[in-house]
């Protein structure tokens, strides 16, 4: 069992592990490890059940969770602190029944299939009265918080509080259309299309751009064309379009800058009322190769720096020859 | 020369480097490096004239400054998206003449030295009328976003808008003031002292705790007991004992952590207003090891997963001898 607890001066969550926490002495040098097929458990229980399964897709809970829903979600205090049992739920989503390791050497049918399943899985625990927002994401590498590279995966959280950073986006997004009347996410869209040097490519449904104010090198976004605040529908008539893009960027990512460490996180809305969020909020994906550190300046001031521009990232990237290796 | 950005989601700057970027092939597989003596260019420029001096403490001016005053402060727009020029001041506090690489290593009078030279470029930078925050902050180590290791020195940015983060914590502090009347901060530092399970070690004026809603292993706060916004009105009285303290918890972390990267960052209130920060803020600094990466959940959330309780990371601290080896 974890705990949710609640930074008193920014409103920041944070699960804290707690019985099944690590030793101080686990986190000094942690050694980066590549799992073999003969070591790699998700090969090894490959026909066991899951919570959900789907052409080679394959959806687990987490053997250590840090949320989950055997207790109630009750929020209370603690002095002047706020804390709550870390209710929830953590899946693993196992993208292919191949010991492959990066999403980018998946078929496009396979990666489409990944996709509809982080929607079916947002629609699932959308119901639960008790959760506020629901996270797809992967880590790639250890750079990028994976504990090692092995099996192709994925994580979906189903989290009680709305975080942050959520919150920030939502509150951007609704200040520009209360002044504007219209989407900030279709005009930096259609901004980005014509200017064209930020973008990196583009398809019938989606562009990628390097953002403006990009936090890191080769930092990139998915973007929807259409207008959809949420993931779950707006990706009924674009799955296709979107597991195209997705392989783009991800080769590009590998074969440009040598299979480097990677995340990507979905940024859907939130799952309740869902009607506040139609007009002014805009789903998109956000996905970045991990090769620099985060340094004090940042983390002091939450002002990044990008030692190289967006247009350099981009220009670098739509020169990648991903048919190469493809 | 450099550029400031503006995401127009959440209002987050970055600073773009643009003339002196990197090449992209830079950024795959950095390597750490040690600096020895012989090749250490502080050593080699430690009679060369700095911006101040003081008891063998000295500041520069960076020699690739990401902020710099040559042009005026002009916020402009380009399309939807708001962009300046980095203006404000990138200095380097060389903390030592010795090539000496940890400031766990530096006497108290020396540490007490560079402490008082952050609040006397602090003073400086604040009288500049488009300087809206100063942050005094170090990278110890690769992991910590630091180039390489060698020689002991800071970092002093004095930026020219009020970055998101620091409008978090103000924002979060006057929410609490407002309604109690009384400062967060202090009601911490009171309620942490009693309860103790989370105090590392403390002294006559500074207490340090591990977080409550700690994002970080081993992440500490060190609180000054006494109330005031600002660190360079703060220190005026309690140098002596802020050097003491920031000795030995970097000491705590050398030794009982293996020498790890680490990051500190002086939290003091905006150089502007003054009054209006006064009572309901109160300067810190945050230390942290650089022990975990952060991973898509965090990123794609802003919602933190410590994997140990604040609780086993200050008792584990606390138990450190730190008189092993001093």
Redesign the interface.
């Given at each position: 069992m974890s705990?949710l607890?609640?930074?008193?001066?920014?409103?920041?969550?944070?699960?804290?592990?707690?019985e099944r926490?690590?030793r101080?002495a686990a986190?000094?040098?942690?050694q980066s490890t590549v799992t073999e097929r003969k070591d790699c458990s998700y090969c090894q229980d490959i026909d066991a059940p899951g919570v959900y399964e789907s052409h080679g897709v394959k959806v687990i809970n987490s053997s250590s969770p840090?949320l989950d829903d055997s207790k109630p979600f009750e929020r209370r205090g603690?002095?002047?602190?706020d804390v709550c049992h870390s209710y929830g739920s953590h899946e693993i989503v196992v993208e292919t029944r191949e010991h492959v390791a990066n999403m980018a050497d998946l078929s496009l049918d396979q990666i489409k299939t990944v996709m509809q399943t982080y929607a079916l899985r947002m629609q699932t625990h959308s119901k639960n009265p008790f959760i506020e927002?629901v996270?797809a994401?992967?880590?790639y590498g250890?750079?990028?918080?994976?504990r090692n590279i092995g099996h192709a995966r994925s994580?979906i959280?189903a989290?009680p509080v709305l975080?942050?950073?959520?919150k920030?986006?939502i509150s951007?997004?609704q200040k520009?259309f209360d002044y504007h009347e219209r989407c900030?996410f279709c005009?930096?869209v259609s901004?980005e299309i014509k200017?064209k040097e930020r973008v990196v490519v583009e398809n019938e449904h989606f562009v990628v751009i390097a953002?403006?104010?990009?936090?890191f090198?080769?930092e990139t976004w998915i973007l929807p064309k259409g207008h959809h605040c949420d993931f779950v529908e707006g990706i009924v008539d674009s799955a296709d379009s979107l597991a195209a893009i997705m392989k783009d960027i991800l080769l590009r990512f590998k074969i440009?800058?040598?299979d480097?460490a990677y995340?990507?996180?979905?940024?859907s809305s939130p799952v309740k009322n869902p009607s506040s969020f139609k007009e002014n909020y805009h789903w998109h994906i956000?996905v970045?190769p991990?090769?620099?550190?985060?340094?004090?300046?940042?983390?002091?001031?939450?002002?990044?720096?990008?030692?190289?521009?967006?247009e350099?990232?981009a220009s670098?990237l739509r020169e990648v020859d991903i048919h190469a290796r493809t």
């Open positions: 705990l607890r609640k930074d008193p001066i920014v409103g920041r969550w944070t699960i804290i592990a707690t926490a690590r101080p986190f000094v040098d942690p840090i603690h002095g002047l602190y927002y996270l994401y992967k880590n250890v750079a990028a918080g994976s994580q959280m989290v975080p942050m950073r959520v920030d986006k951007g997004a520009y900030l005009d930096m901004q200017n953002p403006f104010a990009s936090r090198p080769f440009g800058l040598n480097p995340n990507y996180m979905i940024q956000e970045m991990r090769l620099t550190r985060v340094a004090g300046f940042e983390r002091g001031t939450g002002f990044y720096t990008c030692p190289i521009p967006p350099m990232s670098f």
